[in-house]
């Protein structure tokens, strides 16, 4: 038997093979975000950013803000408990809302509420949603991989082994990340049928004590300041591509990974307590390249099941395009932003203002309406966790390919032109231009120039610099780009059904079979959840 016990003394072992110099000085459960933070310490990671070998990312300009925005998901459990926290059935515990396997859609619907508490919190992307939704995809999937197994006379392995890693991340609350988007190479062609095989994940070979992957994952959130990685599949599979078919937990400071960050609008501006905008929080993005990577059988979830690659990837996005809701959170903060930079210039009172306010409350709530009533209107898998209905978490994931850029107009249309042409803070600072700045770009008399500043560099950085790239254009492609979701809708949208629904008030002839499933219970697809009695 493969005891939690064993499970934390291998996962150990395994990381420190994995990584011979360093480790962490942070020892024990992390509770806090300073727990947290220091946990991240002494990990001797390899990674790159602006071609240099960075030596500890805990302590690099750029790097940090997105640290600091993963240490908001810790101290929210501790003040509000109900909100961020869940009891698990897995270990007996309160766990962080990051780690639970959704028991019920309640905890779904909390879900949400704490994503888009933390997005008003932070005012970016705090990238563990990933790794949660990762979680509760990957709790159906190994179930039904192990009952198909079951069925065709094989021994089941993958679901226990998943549960015991997920006990062991519980138990030390560490942050899990997913790493799901390859780089594809030719997208026109299979994975088996790329000219350089690399362009998909892959196991390159196995042994008696685990396997060895090989391959790169683009736009990988928060990979650096996660603990684990979840490496998952991105696509359908064909049985030609098997050994593409691969789900392994890995440790971050594996041996054979390497980082290289992502680059984004303004990211120099770091550190700079003005111009930054949102000096404090960030979030981030890197490319995550495998090297023969090293997997212990016991970290293996799946492997060469390709029939369950589009299983899980499916199962993945419905939960994962919910997760945008934490739009919403940050909607919430550019609203408030929009707001105050018009009070500032004097005009909040006006008719056009207020409209254009309610405009942006308006498709604000619609982001996160959908992704509650997504969460509320989910399912129980056979393995037991709830599935967030997939409908409506595409619908939600769809308005928010278009929203935030609608709200991002309204916010610098509020803002005024000064948001692009301000001068900088060392020029505020400057002994003789500084006084000069601060006389003529003062709006109402009674509020400092400098408060002004800071609003207006906080809507550039929402809607031009670096918070921007969570907030538009991670919202356009992340968690797939818009045709995926129109995609989904379709396949989804029960159109003859809706025809047959006109066709009988219209006084068009159906047949008496259509008469009867349009009268009668609705026991399959949407409609079915839509009709369902609301679970407690």
């Given amino acids: 038997m493969w005891t939690t016990r064993t499970a934390i003394q291998k996962y150990s072992l395994w990381r420190s093979v994995s990584n011979k110099v360093g480790a962490s000085s942070f020892k024990g459960k992390i509770v806090t975000g300073s727990d947290y933070i220091e946990s991240l310490r002494g990990r001797n990671l390899r990674v790159f950013s602006f071609g240099k070998l960075v030596p500890e990312p805990v302590d690099d300009p750029i790097i940090r803000p997105s640290i600091n925005a993963v240490s908001m998901t810790y101290d929210p459990a501790a003040k509000n408990p109900e909100l961020a926290t869940a009891v698990s059935p897995l270990i007996g515990e309160r766990v962080n809302r990051f780690l639970h396997i959704a028991q019920s859609a ?16 932070t005012g970016t992307c705090f990238q563990r949603c990933v790794g949660m939704d990762a979680l509760n995809s990957l709790h159906s999937t190994t179930f039904d991989i192990d009952t198909f197994r079951t069925k065709n006379g094989l021994q089941p ?39 350089d095989q690399d362009m998909f994940v ?9 396997i060895y992957i090989r391959g790169a994952k683009a736009h990988q959130t928060g990979c650096i300041n996660s603990h684990s990685l979840l490496v998952m599949p991105t696509t359908r599979l064909v049985k030609e591509d098997a050994k593409f078919a691969v789900v392994a937990a890995v440790p971050v400071d594996a041996k054979g990974i390497t980082y290289v960050y992502g680059r984004q609008s303004c990211d120099t501006r770091a550190g700079e307590s003005i111009d930054a905008g949102n000096f404090k929080y960030a979030g981030q993005e ?32 419905g939960f994962h395009r919910r997760s945008y809701v934490c739009k919403s959170g940050v909607g919430d903060v550019l ?22 306010l309610v405009e942006m409350t308006h498709l604000n709530e619609t982001i996160y309406a ?35 850029y609608e709200l991002g107009r309204l916010a610098q249309d509020l803002a005024g032109g000064l ?16 006084p000069l700045l601060n006389k003529y770009l003062q709006g109402r008399a009674d509020i400092p120039t400098e408060h002004r500043m800071r609003v207006l560099r906080l809507l550039e950085n929402m809607t031009l610099g670096r918070n921007a790239v969570g907030y538009l254009t991670e919202s356009l492609h992340g968690a797939g780009s818009p045709q995926a979701q129109r995609v989904q809708i379709q396949r989804l949208m029960q159109v003859e059904f809706k025809k047959n629904l006109a066709k009988a008030l219209a006084g068009v002839p159906i047949s008496e079979q259509t ?9 399959t697809s949407y409609f079915a959840r839509v009709f369902a009695p609301v679970q407690s």
């Fill in 106 to 121: 309640e905890d779904l619907v909390m879900q949400s509420k704490m994503q888009r508490r933390l997005g008003q919190l």
């Fill in 157 to 195: 392995i993958y679901h226990q082994r998943f549960l015991e890693f997920v006990k062991e991340n519980q138990r030390n609350n560490w942050v899990i990340g997913g790493a799901m988007t390859d780089v594809k190479g030719d997208r026109n062609k299979a994975p088996y049928q790329q000219a």
């Fill in 202 to 210: 892959h196991v390159t070979r196995r042994t008696d004590e685990g």
């Fill in 286 to 317: 890197a490319m995550i390249i495998f090297d023969d990577v090293f997997v212990p059988w016991e970290f293996v979830f799946m492997d060469g099941e390709t029939d369950f690659a589009a299983t899980l990837v499916e199962r993945f996005t």
């Fill in 335 to 356: 609203i408030g932003a929009a707001a105050t930079a018009a009070e500032m210039n004097g005009v909040e009172k006006a008719s056009h203002i207020k409209d254009k």
């Fill in 370 to 404: 959908t992704a509650v009533m997504a969460s509320q209107q989910a399912c129980k898998m056979p393995s037991g966790v709830y599935q967030a209905d997939d409908m409506l978490a595409n619908v939600c994931k769809h308005h928010v390919t278009r929203f935030p």
């Fill in 419 to 434: 948001m692009v042409t301000m001068p900088s803070e060392l020029d505020f600072k400057h002994p003789e231009i500084g």
């Fill in 515 to 523: 008469k009867d499933e349009i009268a009668g219970d609705l026991t």
